[in-house]
């Protein structure tokens, strides 16, 4: 299943957070990241662990709470 990962997809994945920290003014993206990423996190979570990058999703998410002043909170319902 790693194989149908494409480098484009995995380098999103991996630098999100990091392009919104760079942001000339990430605050004004907290919506958009909200909004946007909330109903990707599952896929954004299986894309990690497939590529066994999953370790490294609470400082991805960390990194891009910080930068846009809000608490990204996610509750993973099974």
Known sequence: PQDLISPSLLYACL???????????PQDLATLVNDTFRPKFPF???VLSVTRNV??????????SSAV??????????
């Open 15 to 25: 630098q999100w957070a990091h392009h919104i920290d760079l942001s000339s003014d």
């Open 69 to 78: 002043g809000v608490s990204l909170r996610y509750t993973v319902m099974i």
């Open 44 to 46: 954004w979570l299986e």
């Open 55 to 64: 370790h490294l999703a609470s400082g991805l998410l960390l990194i891009a």
